[in-house]
């Protein structure tokens, strides 16, 4: 196996050293006593940026954040103990979301291993269920294959968080440095080039298909397939969905693009799921807050999977045409046998799928008297006019966003989907400041979620990373105040948040800039003035209270089972 030059240096070396040849430019974390070998060499070395965030969770979703916008593998440094429990709730969204991580923790010393040492923590067992792989360092020698293997299984196949657990006697002790330039693992080889008779069948699925419909999901954007899927999209003219992740594949300003599906999915693209007579799945997962009712999911439809990961496929629903594959390489081989596609055969069902878009699209009823959230949504919109980079935090916040946001490309919108993570919106925005820092970063937040990991700001200040933070703010927990009102007979329990802290001072407290609006005109003022500014703003928007998410499906029901208002 070829490698790179060998010479001796201890384990925290090795460490700089691989980053430099994996190309790392940007490393976040947190020092504590079972890294300080790792911490002196960052030091020492210019390979990378180093970002110091306020808290591990934080330092987690920030190097997921800036993987997910870059496509590259982010990484993140932690010490052991409460150190790695803390960033456990990071590595599991990312894991959620099939996003790139390579973790490194620090332990304890091997000797120590095993009797109750002083931040001693079995981070490799309690990894085990949220990472793609994860590895306990015991001998030096391993080290440099452990770090390639680490980053080469991150970024392949199904993306993924991989966690490495270094002793910290490891990290200290000196050792060969011979880092391979390629990695072959005899259990682990993804499939990467669809089966081509899988792939014909589907061919012909489609061609006799009457109500075909494309069902979009993340790996569309993992495996860098817009090109490929807008062109089938062009030579069939066939209707297509998104599922959260996936939001700004088509580009919503394409006529074949339905909608976001799902819970709070359009009417559309709900309705044209429940009457297809052929689904096909672009690196989806079927994930429930899509299917609703399984056994009414697309129950007249024959359905096509396309994933790289073949544990997905056949998971959750029982598929007819299954194509184990990178969706990028499968769709290059479908586009040549497209090129004589009948459109002709659609034309009734496209006319039936666009009546559904003009009979419900996505509205609210605007005010004067208090602001609306999705007006607030596309003022945004309308005031970065396509120059930034979209993240939130988890509740009612992300789905108005996911909704009322015209997202024109991929990976412009950061969040978190699976896991769904109050708190990620903050620390994921500096990630993607750090990676695109041309284009405006612009967190879009709850008062809820904010205050999980608020302490971020103070990352922002100290590494002069301007993040827009929009606080959609209805002294609720408002995802969960608006399940209480239409399940729960508006019996309120625990979501009351009118107790809140000055956000204004709390965003000058730390450096920032703060503003509290509650019309119009004062959120545009705001809003601009943040643009201008070149330091972290917190934009407290006072919205209506009560103002909830339609549609929506609601739980265990079926997807044209939609409240609309």
Known sequence: MPTTTTSKMTGSKMLMEAFKNEGVQVVFGYPGGAVLYVYDEIYKQNYFKHILCRHEQGAIHAADGYARVSGNVGVAIITSGPGFTNAVTGIATAYTDSIPLVVISGQVPITQIGTDAFQEIDAVGISRPCTKHNYLVKNIKELPRILKEAFYIARSGRPGPVLIDLPKDVSSAIGEFSY?????????????????????????????AKKPLFYIGGGAVISNATPEIRKILELTQIPAVETLMARGVCGDSNPLFLGMAGMHGSYASNMAICECDLLISLGARFDDRITGKLSEFAKNAKIAHIDVDPSSIGKIVDVNYPIVGNLKNVCLDLIPMLNDFDKTKIKQWLENVESYKEKHSFRFEDSNKVLKPQWVIRKVAEMVK????????????????????????????????????????????????????DLYSINISGDGSIMMNIQELMTCIEQSIPVINVILNNSYLGMVRQWQTFFYDERYSSVDLSYQPDFVKLAESFGGIGFSVSTKAEFESAFRESMQANKVSL????????????????????????MLN
Do not use: C
Not at 540 to 559: Q, T, W, Y
């Open 180 to 208: 391979p330039e390629h990695i072959e693992l005899r259990t682990y080889k993804p499939i990467t080039k669809g089966n081509a008779r899988q792939i014909s069948k589907l061919y012909e699925a489609i061609k006799n």
């Open 386 to 437: 396509g120059k930034a980079i979209i993240s939130t935090d988890v509740g009612q916040h992300q789905m108005w966003v996911a909704q009322f946001y015209p997202f024109m490309n991929p990976r412009e919108f950061i969040t978190s989907g699976g896991l769904g993570t109050m708190g990620f919106g903050l620390p994921a925005a500096i990630g993607v400041k750090i990676a695109k820092g």
């Open 539 to 562: 934009i407290d928007v006072k919205i209506d209270r009560l103002e909830s998410v339609f549609p929506m499906v609601p739980s265990g029901e079926a997807l044209n089972n939609m």
